[in-house]
């Protein structure tokens, strides 16, 4: 919403046997719950008898599936659901999930959360195969991949495990075959992905808090490389890629996941809030009143202040009954964009000293028209606080992170940020600190965006729309390469 980033989608499953539910409207449910982690596209695949009914479109999870579009599905006895974001492909029906496809050893639906760092070098092999893709996402590279390996592997579990050799990077993957929901977890853990029950029913979900608006209980997090199978027989799960802790993305604890989930074994409310104390211990400052920017800022400003002993006041009030909107390129609509999603509340600020908490700067693009709203409200001072670390090298895993050229953090100090925002200070949480947060973790965090250390060998360059380039583009690269 205001410059802050983006996560690539929120994945959820389900399997009752006994076909005591309305899978379709569980999916709906679990997908309103994590709507928060994609807005521009949905999906729901149901499974009845093998025969899979699809429904995907762009748009909210509330507009996509109107009653009558729900009324076309079948009971069911498992389904699948998918909300995104675009971290690779563009914002387009092709890239929807989930993909379903069709092959000759039966039916398969896919829903997939994460990014792939060798998805462009595996879809050059399987097109030199014969491949015809229809979209740009990752997700249909992993889908042919398991289905080309499907062709010659026993079942459809193994064809998953000989794929998770070939893919690299961050996924979590929802899937179903005729007979079998399954889930899977890359080796090295990035993305989120919790198991739950309920009735006898098995679900699958990115976050902790689709199985609370269920009324589900939660069970575990799959461990990095597992693939867990359900089926007719009962649950199973294949460990051939598990193997120590992971490195999970501590960006998960800071801004994309619900305040209300539970990740890794640790809150991520509290998590926040930690963050906000150690915000206040390494950057102290005498003020009157601290706030935060909606939504992920808000516990950490309440950390910061039951840190610092500063009050807490509520500073800016959100626009919750719009969608979302496209910032404009002119400084009077940029700013006027600002202007439709936050007010600020000048009761709480006018004439007083203000910590205003955020979770990130990504480019800088809204932070000085959110400073502005103070301003014109009263604030005598504005001292910035943020709760994570300056973004200083890109992501390859699944956050729209592609260059550093865009990172306002790579290309100004802090002084200059100061003078650019508007603000009296700036203070970022320190890469330390940061992997301190959520305490109780059972993971070791990656912190590659911060520090440029990745879990994996990354490529030199990696950009977003990685499968769409113009011919002028391509030429220049060719002419590079010679």
């Known amino acids: 919403m205001l410059d802050n980033l983006h996560e690539e989608c929120g994945v959820f499953g389900i399997y009752d046997r006994s076909q005591s539910v309305n899978v379709a409207a569980s999916c709906y449910y679990a997908l309103c719950a994590l709507q928060h982690r994609g807005q521009e596209s949905c999906g729901i695949a149901v499974n009845d008898d093998g025969i899979i009914f699809a429904h995907r479109d762009c748009g909210l999870v509330r507009d996509v599936f109107t009653r009558e579009v729900m009324e076309t599905f079948p009971q069911g006895q498992m389904a699948v659901g998918h909300t995104r974001y675009s971290t690779t492909g563009g914002q387009n029906i092709a890239n929807a999930q989930p993909l379903v496809v069709r092959h000759i050893k039966g039916h398969m639906a896919l829903a997939h959360n994460g990014n792939l760092i060798n998805a462009q070098e595996l879809r050059e092999q399987l097109e030199m195969g014969g491949a015809i893709f229809h979209g740009t996402s990752d997700t249909e590279v992993i889908a042919y991949t398991i289905t080309k390996e499907r062709l010659s592997a026993p079942s459809i579990e193994t064809a998953v495990e000989r794929a998770m050799d070939k893919l690299k990077g961050a996924y979590c993957l929802v899937l179903m075959s005729p007979q079998k929901l399954i889930a899977a977890r890359d080796p090295v853990g990035f993305r989120p992905l919790c198991m739950g029950e309920k009735d006898g029913q098995i679900l699958f979900a990115s976050e902790s808090c689709a199985l609370d608006t269920l009324g589900a209980t939660y069970l575990r997090e799959l461990d990095p490389g597992e693939i867990v199978i359900v089926d007719e027989n009962g649950v199973r799960s294949i460990r051939s890629h598990c193997g120590g802790k992971g490195k999970f993305c501590v960006f998960e604890f800071v801004y994309f996941a619900r305040s209300d989930s539970n990740i890794e074994g640790a809150s991520v409310h509290v998590a926040r809030e930690r963050a906000g104390a150690f915000l206040a211990l390494e950057h102290p400052v005498q003020a009157d009143v601290?706030?935060?920017?909606?939504?992920?800022?808000?516990?950490?400003?309440?950390?910061?202040?039951?840190?610092?002993?500063?009050?807490?006041?509520?500073?800016?009030?959100?626009?919750?009954?719009?969608?979302?909107?496209?910032i404009q390129p002119t400084q009077n609509e940029r700013?006027?964009?600002?202007?439709?999603?936050?007010?600020?509340?000048?009761?709480?600020?006018?004439?007083?000293?203000?910590?205003?908490?955020?979770?990130?700067?990504?480019?800088?693009?809204?932070?000085?028209?959110?400073?502005?709203?103070?301003?014109?409200?009263?604030?005598?001072?504005?001292?910035?606080?943020?709760?994570?670390?300056?973004?200083?090298?890109?992501?390859?895993?699944?956050?729209?992170?592609?260059?550093?050229?865009?990172?306002?953090?790579c290309r100004h100090t802090i002084p200059e940020m100061c003078e650019m925002f508007g603000v009296d200070s700036l203070g970022y949480l320190s890469v330390e600190s940061v992997q301190k947060i959520a305490e109780g973790a059972n993971c070791e965090f990656c912190v590659g965006c911060f520090n440029g250390s990745y879990p994996l060998e990354v490529p030199e360059v990696m950009q977003k729309n990685k499968f769409e380039q113009r011919l002028s583009l391509r030429e220049k690269k060719k002419q590079e390469q010679k």
């Open 335 to 409: 700013e006027n964009s600002v202007r439709i999603k936050l007010n600020a509340v000048s009761s709480t600020v006018k004439g007083k000293r203000v910590v205003m908490v955020d979770d990130s700067i990504v480019r800088g693009t809204t932070c000085r028209y959110i400073v502005n709203l103070l301003r014109e409200a009263g604030a005598k001072e504005v001292h910035m606080r943020i709760s994570s670390p300056p973004f200083l090298h890109p992501c390859y895993f699944g956050t729209d992170i592609d260059s550093r050229d865009k990172l306002v953090a």
């Open 290 to 326: 601290v706030i935060g920017v909606p939504d992920s800022g808000l516990d950490a400003a309440l950390g910061f202040s039951k840190q610092s002993g500063i009050p807490y006041g509520m500073g800016f009030i959100k626009n919750r009954y719009i969608g979302r909107t496209f």
